[in-house]
């Protein structure tokens, strides 16, 4: 039997750093919550591979070691859902810092923004999951916690207007503090990410988000092999495995490559702005340096990446 036939079950899930990581995180939640928690990763071990098992930390990993994991994920890809794909480990450009900004103004609810991360993003087609939401609000307020995500009414309605949340990128993210496996960190162009092999599953980030930004895979992603997007990245886009958690990643496998999130290109009344704050050029720094603008939950202190504004 070859190392990638082999498979390892769940009691041995995971380096020793994760297990102990486990246990602790069992200690702290108490017998009851925690097996509530890990509910969904009971029956990983029976498809984790050797490899798998054995890959280090993402940070930890060489050139060498990344090419073999990419040519390893693309093989799975192509044998679990029939779709050619290329996986690629763009890192962040240097002398940059992405930020983004919604105009209040003319954003109407549409949801196309949602449409274009689900497909984007090879989200699971029968959930219909998406990082962003757009939530309808009651003019007056910026209380994410007032708004609605179920409306079906023909958009814009009367004493509403539009506010899309996603991840925030924050500079402080309460989600990478505390995640007990560093699983999800802040890279140096602003972005938070998740290594997808490396996560527990535990949910502590989800939990910590106050953004509600975060979304856990209770189950293997379904997409047909012709909706499957084959441009990928390792930290973005790759397709997700069961009983993990993800998030918006500023869709870095195209702003790494100098092109605009794919949210940003669906948008029909051009609400969104995408740039490098660096760049005393870019359209971000002038709408921040021009515009009132506002982040969500400030008092929180999480310093978000993210911004809104009005024209007025």
Same mark, same amino acid.
């Given at each position: ?11 041995? *899930?995971?380096?020793?750093?994760? +297990? ?104 699971? +087609? ?33 004493? +509403? ?97 100098? +092109? *605009? ?16 704050? *660096? ?8 709408? *921040? ?24």
């Amino acid at each position: 039997m070859t190392d990638q036939q082999t498979t390892i079950s769940l009691p041995v *899930l995971g380096e020793v750093s994760r +297990r102990t990581a486990m246990k602790g995180a069992g200690a702290t939640l108490g017998a009851a919550a925690f097996v509530a928690a890990i509910a969904p990763l009971r029956h990983l071990g029976e498809s984790l591979t050797a490899d798998e098992f054995m890959q280090r930390h993402y940070k930890e990993l060489s050139a060498e070691d990344k090419r073999a994991v990419l040519a390893r994920l693309e093989a799975e890809t192509a044998s679990e859902y029939g779709a050619e794909v290329r996986i690629g480990d763009l890192r962040p450009i240097p002398g940059t810092k992405f930020v983004y900004a919604i105009n209040l103004s003319v954003c109407n609810g549409n949801g196309a923004c949602v449409e274009a991360c689900h497909r984007e993003n090879n989200h699971d +087609r029968a959930t219909n999951q998406s990082y962003i939401r757009v939530l309808e609000m009651p003019k007056g307020t910026m209380d994410m916690e007032q708004g609605n995500t179920t409306y079906q009414h023909p958009v814009p309605a009367d004493d +509403r207007f539009y506010m899309p949340v996603q991840c925030q990128q924050c500079d402080e993210p309460p989600c990478v503090d505390v995640c007990p496996v560093e699983a999800t960190w802040k890279e140096d162009d602003g972005i938070v990410v998740v290594d997808y092999n490396w996560c527990i599953g535990c949910r502590y980030c989800e939990a910590a988000c106050p953004y509600h930004a975060r979304r856990f895979n209770w189950k293997a992603p379904e997409v047909p092999a012709a909706e499957i997007n084959p441009d990928q990245g390792y930290l973005s886009n790759r397709i997700r495995p069961q009983g993990v958690v993800e998030k918006c990643h500023y869709c870095l496998h195209r702003t790494r490559a100098g +092109r *605009l999130p794919a949210c940003l290109e669906a948008c029909p009344t051009g609400a969104r702005v995408f740039g490098n704050i *660096l760049d005393p050029d870019s359209d971000i720094r002038w709408i *921040l340096e021009h515009k009132r603008v506002y982040v969500l939950k400030e008092d929180l202190g999480t310093k978000p990446s993210f911004f809104y504004f009005f024209d007025q």
